[in-house]
């Protein structure tokens, strides 16, 4: 299963235009621009599966730096700054992961 089974693959292409420089990722505008704030909890379940690549039940901050690439393998990869920036903002329990309920209240906050 892939991303583009969830979401739109024109509205994903949009998202990941919109953050191409360095330093321009913004969770919040991202999720808003490829769709995922519309979609079900069930839908950003499947989302967050398909973006947990090594299947560990969170998405470790190692996952983070690759995050655009899950959506576009052409994708950049996120800048030290913006994936610990991005891990920060879901991250409540300070375990250094991000667990599916903590991405589920990220993508629809």
Do not use: W
């Not at 191409?20 to 989302?47: R, Y």
């Not at 995050?67 to 052409?74: A, E, I, K, N, T």
């Amino acid at each position: 299963m892939s991303l583009t089974s969830i979401l739109c693959p024109d509205d994903i292409a949009n998202a990941l235009k919109d953050c191409q420089a360095e330093n321009s990722f913004n969770h919040k505008k991202f999720f808003q621009l490829c769709g995922m704030t519309k979609k079900s909890p069930k839908e950003i379940k499947e989302a967050f599966a398909i973006l947990d690549n090594d299947r560990s039940g969170f998405i470790e901050e190692e996952e983070l730096k690759f995050f655009l690439q899950r959506f576009s393998p052409g994708a950049r990869v996120l800048t030290e700054a913006e994936t610990k920036s991005f891990l920060a903002a879901a991250d409540d329990d300070n375990d250094g992961k991000i667990g599916a309920a903590e991405f589920q209240a990220m993508v629809l906050s």
